[in-house]
């Protein structure tokens, strides 16, 4: 297919509205917009029980944000063989750290494997639960320690220079001490973050060749929320995990992950979103910091390997999407859901994240279920919500302890620790 010459581009661009190319940071700015419904049918049928949202109304949304935003998600593989590559005491000898290699074989016969690490308190009396999610920098960013193998190799410019370089995202000596175990894997090994990684990543499993790849019907997201299912598989064989007791989360792009982890593995009885923003937890109708648009055409554009192909037109118009995301938190009832913004996150959109939210308690309130009772956000560092929860951090895009404390004391409430 030939390039569009310099003047077709501006002809393309230029019917266009003009705010789809622009980052809007003005709330007076934000045009009113109708949400589509969330309890009512694509062929008009009124959703009153969550027996009815369940038969009719969840199985054709989810199946619009499989065909138009994440894809299908890959399927398990043929086999799997778990590798154990380390295990220590760590942490003050409060906690067993292992380091396992997880090892697949799919229907190309091709092999493909990724690490994963994990921490489980070392003098819990019974199982515990745990915390699944991903990582940016590697599993030997999360901790200082100079044993622990690299990993994220396929997607790290400077792995040498990340060792413990993220151990602020990951306080687990806190994490430990309220009784969690905590697993986590570099999402890089499971798709490299970047428009190629397809041949390094886990679909290798299932196609023989993707030079070509299937971007159509998968996604980078969906392969790392495949990563997250695969953990969990291995975790709930072990003694020492209560697997009924399993909490996804995630950051930016992988609090997007989480998010449509948490709505297809219903093993997960609580999803902590973390800054998701556009593509995740943000209403993209606001039109306020990042945009579909962005995501999907300008700079290096990641929403080309994020998303399917088939959101692009959706994104120069989002207002024609048959979903908005807080169709995609309410896919997640009646699992307890906790979402965060952060005060300077202007380009997540809080606002935005913080009405996905609370419209999402339409669902949640069918079953009964404790939501977010206003329109008007928390002011920031006080929670809000039940089973469908809210908080607003002080500060930048970023992870941090101040999360994971509510993160934990949500966990506490909804796995009835306390």
């Known amino acids: 297919m030939k390039k569009l010459s310099l003047l077709a581009a501006a002809l393309f661009c230029s ?237 930016s792009r992988l609090g997007k992950t989480a998010l449509w982890t948490g709505v297809n593995d219903t093993r997960f009885k609580l999803v902590c979103v973390n800054d998701a923003g556009e593509g995740g937890s943000a209403l993209a109708r606001r039109n306020f910091g990042e945009t579909l648009y962005s995501m999907c055409f300008l700079r290096r554009a990641p929403g080309s390997w994020w998303f399917t192909s088939n959101l692009k037109p959706f994104a120069k118009a989002p207002h024609t999407l048959p979903f908005d995301q807080h169709m995609l938190m309410a896919l997640a009832a009646p699992r307890s859901l906790a979402v965060h913004s952060a005060t300077e996150d202007l380009w997540a959109d809080p606002k935005g994240e913080y009405l996905s939210a609370y419209h999402a308690g339409e669902v949640y309130k069918l079953y009964g279920k404790s939501v977010l009772t206003s329109e008007n956000m928390p002011a920031p560092e006080t929670p809000a919500g039940g089973d469908v929860s809210y908080f607003l951090r002080t500060g930048k895009h970023d992870l941090l302890t101040a999360d994971w404390l509510h993160y934990l004391d949500v966990a506490d409430k909804t796995f009835k620790r306390k």
């Open 15 to 251: 019917v266009l509205p003009a705010v789809e190319n622009e980052v809007n940071y003005d709330e007076s700015a934000v045009k009113p917009y109708t949400l589509p419904a969330l309890l009512e049918c694509k062929d008009g049928r009124k959703i009153t029980t969550a027996a009815e949202w369940e038969k009719f109304r969840r199985p054709e949304i989810l199946a619009d944000y499989t065909r138009i935003m994440y894809g299908e998600l890959p399927a398990k593989a043929d086999d799997v063989v778990y590798e154990l590559l380390s295990e220590t005491e760590v942490l003050d000898n409060t906690a067993i750290r292992r380091e396992l290699r997880l090892v697949f074989t799919g229907k190309t016969k091709n092999r493909f494997f990724f690490d994963m690490i994990y921490y489980i308190p070392k003098n819990a009396k019974g199982k515990v639960p745990v915390f699944i999610g991903l990582n940016f920098k590697g599993n030997h960013s999360i901790e200082a320690d100079p044993t622990i193998c690299f990993s994220g190799l396929n997607g790290l410019d400077d792995p040498l220079n990340e060792r413990g370089k993220r151990s602020y995202r990951f306080p687990l000596k806190t994490i430990i001490s309220r009784g969690y175990a905590i697993a986590t894997a570099c999402y890089h090994d499971l798709f490299p973050d970047r428009a190629d990684g397809w041949s390094q990543s886990c679909y290798k499993l299932f196609y023989d060749q993707l030079k070509n790849p299937p971007h159509e019907k998968h996604t980078a997201i969906g392969a790392w929320s495949w990563g997250i299912s695969r953990m969990l598989d291995y975790l709930e064989k072990l003694p020492e995990i209560d697997a009924s007791r399993a909490a996804v989360f995630g950051h």
